[in-house]
């Protein structure tokens, strides 16, 4: 400000501070990594057309809007070959499994559903059982609801099993009015307690009719009749949810719509009624400026852009969002499934450098997913359903082998699960047949590789294993079980746990 008033003597401080903002504004503007798409139109408009731009340096085109650029081709952008050496990247795979998550706010979905948009969404926002209420989720609303939300499948999970142990004080203190001595805070008391507005047996008695039943199975339909659709992310960590919440819901379907981060939203699923493991996201041109480092077998760090990616390749997504300055590598692994007019459509595969190896194999953690999900199918002739896994490659003894660490619970209510030993070692063998042709070779023919191993874990011990992420710092609201751990900590507590173990019986066939 002295530099200025220097050279504008006259000036009032209202104009020097507005010389100094747009001094600050042009600059950034010299550093910025992208300019604004043109609008399209019409429908059938390519959603990507461009002016040509440098997406490292100065802007050499321009438009009539003020979102963000991609080039038309790679005429006028070059690619950095060395990623170590440019300075700008923001390299979020070191921060573990949390830097990059996925996203999902509301969405206009309801539209695909009969009723879908004559209702209520109930949205939980989930962050650890300890600061959740008995009387936090808003049953009265229930002949209204026609979706429930969460950012994350686990959220939803964890809601339900929350409830599940504590319905009998909620419906204690809807029934009485009030909620119970032991949560202090007064804030929350005087909420909770204008929301219920004095004692309410009816409902009450609702809720205690579909809770006190011998199993949950279809919870969500039950307590919520008119619910068409649940939302939330089931993608990705989040997918081994999906049985669970299959089972919670009555197979009610499941809506995965929006593919996004801390940093950006990326893109959109076109297509909501599609199974889990079948969505796609288009990739919206006009959220951040994206590009993407090839990220199949052999490729030299090789960068292309949006417009320039190829069908069944595999990428990392580098972005630059509006605060530019910081170009982002998210860490997940993605492949173009396709197109949405010019836009690309992505599958999430995994996030970077997520693997198993005791030998030469290296197992990602597609691999592991792919396996477990053919490992639940086996769990549905049983009572048992899988509420939690995570896992790790033990080199301890010889031969090495992989260790899945498994929190069952019974589809009946019950505070004892029965285990089926025959069950369990299938469940072992089809992971094993499930594993790449090298992890299979390895184990049958070079004897390198040991049996699979599932040891199943306490009730509560992945609540546990979330307290100690907390602990240390990890978000609340964002945390997702690790599919796979390399914590002494984390190991620790799994295995002070553990209930019993069983192994593959037999070796995969190559």
Same mark, same amino acid.
């Given at each position: *400000? ?50 040509? %731009? ?9 438009? !009539?809007?003020?979102? #963000? ?25 070191? /921060?573990?499994? !949390? ?38 989720? #808003?049953?009265?609303?229930? !002949? ?7 950012? /994350? ?5 964890? $809601? ?5 142990? +504590?319905?009998? =004080?909620?419906?204690?203190? @809807? ?7 032991? %949560? ?32 949950? =199975? ?25 049985? *669970?919440? &299959? ?11 929006? +593919? ?30 994206? =590009?993407? @480092? ?28 509006? +605060? ?8 997940? %692994? ?32 597609? !691999? ?44 009946? @209510? ?11 070692? &299938?469940?072992?063998?089809? *992971? ?16 390198? %590789? ?15 294993? *979330? ?6 710092? $990890? ?9 796979? @751990? ?25």
């Amino acid at each position: *400000m002295a530099e200025l008033r220097m050279t504008h003597r006259h000036a009032t401080e209202d104009e020097l501070r507005q010389l100094r903002d747009n001094g600050f504004a042009a600059w950034l503007r010299s550093y910025v990594c992208y300019i604004s798409y043109p609008r399209v139109t019409y429908r059938d408009d390519p959603w990507v057309t461009v002016t040509q %731009i440098n997406p490292r340096g100065r802007v050499d085109g321009t438009s !009539d809007d003020d979102e #963000p650029l991609q080039p038309e081709s790679t005429s006028n952008a070059q690619a950095v070959e060395d990623l170590e050496n440019v300075q700008l990247v923001e390299n979020l795979t070191v /921060f573990g499994h !949390d830097a990059g998550v996925h996203s999902e706010p509301e969405a206009e979905v309801g539209g695909h559903f009969e009723g879908g948009q004559k209702g209520k969404a109930l949205t939980l926002f989930f962050t650890r059982p300890q600061s959740t209420t008995p009387c936090g989720l #808003p049953i009265s609303t229930s !002949d209204e609801v026609v979706n429930v939300t969460a950012t /994350f499948a686990s959220s939803l999970v964890g $809601a339900i099993t929350f409830l599940e142990s +504590y319905w009998k =004080e909620m419906c204690s203190n @809807i029934r009485n009015g009030h909620v119970s001595e032991w %949560i202090t805070d007064l804030s929350c008391r005087d909420a909770v307690t204008n929301i219920l507005g004095g004692g309410n047996s009816e409902l009450a008695d609702r809720i205690e009719k579909e809770c006190n039943t011998k199993s949950w =199975e279809g919870i969500f339909t039950r307590l919520w009749p008119k619910v068409k659709f649940i939302q939330s992310t089931v993608t990705g960590q989040n997918s081994q949810c999906i049985p *669970m919440l &299959e089972f919670y819901s009555n197979n009610v379907p499941l809506i995965s719509t929006v +593919y996004a981060s801390s940093e950006t939203m990326f893109g959109i699923n076109m297509n909501p009624f599609c199974k889990p493991q079948d969505v796609s996201y288009t990739f919206i041109p006009t959220l951040s400026y994206f =590009e993407f @480092i090839l990220a199949d077998e052999g490729n030299k760090g090789e960068i292309v852009d949006l417009v320039n990616v190829k069908i069944g390749s595999y990428y990392e997504p580098l972005i630059t969002n509006y +605060y530019g300055l910081h170009r982002y590598r998210m860490g997940d %692994i993605l492949q173009v499934s396709g197109f949405y007019n010019d836009a690309p459509q992505f599958r999430f595969v995994r996030r970077k450098n997520v693997a198993l190896s005791v030998s030469l194999e290296v197992t990602t953690e597609e !691999d592991i997913l792919k396996a477990l999900n053919n490992a639940t199918l086996v769990l549905k002739s049983s009572d048992l359903v899988l509420m939690g896994f995570t896992c790790y490659a033990d080199i301890s003894t010889l031969p090495g082998h992989y260790i899945f660490y498994w929190e069952l619970k019974s589809k009946t @209510i019950s505070d004892i699960v029965k285990l089926d030993n025959k069950v369990l070692v &299938e469940c072992c063998c089809v *992971m094993e047949e499930s594993l790449c042709a090298l992890y299979r070779e390895l184990r049958s023919k070079d004897g390198s %590789i040991g049996a699979l191993e599932i040891r199943v874990v306490q009730q509560e011990t992945f609540n546990s294993l *979330m307290e100690l992420a907390i602990s240390q710092g $990890a978000s609340p609201s964002q945390y997702k079980t690790p599919i796979c @751990i390399n914590s002494s900590e984390a190991s620790a507590v799994l295995e002070s746990n553990v209930l019993a173990c069983f192994f593959s019986d037999k070796s995969p066939t190559l």
